[in-house]
């Protein structure tokens, strides 16, 4: 059975095609001004990929913030039922899920069947999210994609005390005309976010095994500061960014 996930996020859609248990193809595309298109097209490029028709597909489930958008799926589920689902497939030895996301951040706690047990999230401010380090990247004049390579060069992370992005954007500015350097400053917003994260992560109590999923987890420097904070060790998935699709997929078999 072949079955699909499409997961629409604030920044990027994601698409998962899932056959008998086995992860077939993932896509990845921006999600731009309109998530209906996005998820048409996410899901057209990744059955074009491995030359599938759309007849060839028997169950379509949509997860994310626009997952209703996504008018030919035959469900949609939340992300964190997707989320989890996906973890599970993963390793199934996962317990806790840290989902890291464009406008949101997630903590789970899984039993041992995959199921989520509780959640606690924080969709009330941009501060530990995908666009938060789009703010930083932008005022440090850095490409995101290098931010995890160059805050492990820091030896001493400046101070980001604001939890508020504009604030915290301020406060970044003030010190690169101080002539802080750029890894301290970039270190610094990565354990602004770790202690944030971790924070949440604590109040749902966590435990190990734990895994790191959504965009920001192919960011080494958010993940070592969050194992630092956390004091525990942390598992990132090579297919961390497309894990709620993932799951989706799989929850789709099930319909």
């Known amino acids: 059975m072949r079955t ?64 209703n958008s996504v008018k030919f799926a035959d469900k949609s589920f939340t992300e964190i039922m997707c989320h989890a689902a996906g973890a599970h497939h993963l390793n199934a030895h996962i317990r806790s899920i840290i989902d890291i996301g464009g406008q949101d951040s997630k903590a789970i706690v899984l039993d041992d069947q995959g199921k989520v047990k ?22 440090l004049e850095v490409n995101l994609d290098e931010f995890g390579a160059i805050s492990i060069k820091s030896k001493n992370p400046s101070k980001i005390s604001s939890l508020c992005t504009v604030f915290a954007e301020s406060e970044v500015i003030s010190l690169i005309a101080k002539g802080e350097k750029r890894q301290d400053i970039i270190a610094g917003i990565h354990e602004s976010i770790a202690a944030r994260v971790s924070s949440m992560s604590a109040r749902l109590g ?48 099930s319909l």
Not at 211 to 240: D, F, H, P, Q
């Open 4 to 67: 699909a996930g499409i997961d629409i996020g604030s920044i990027t859609a994601k698409a998962a095609i899932v056959e008998n248990g086995k992860i077939l193809n993932t896509k990845v595309i921006f999600t731009g001004y309109n998530a209906e298109a996005a998820g048409l097209k996410v899901y057209e490029e990744v059955l074009k990929e491995n030359s599938l028709s759309k007849s060839s597909v028997r169950k379509i489930v949509s997860t994310g913030y626009g997952r």
């Open 206 to 253: 966590i435990t190990e095994p734990i895994m790191v999923t959504g965009g920001v987890a192919r960011n080494i420097g958010v993940v070592r500061a969050l194992e630092k904070k956390l004091g525990m060790k942390i598992e990132v998935s090579s297919y961390a960014q497309v894990t709620g699709a993932i799951g989706a997929a799989f929850l789709a078999a």
């Open 118 to 139: 509780n959640f606690v999230m924080n969709d009330k401010c941009a501060a530990g999210t995908g666009r938060f380090l789009e703010v930083m990247a932008r005022a």
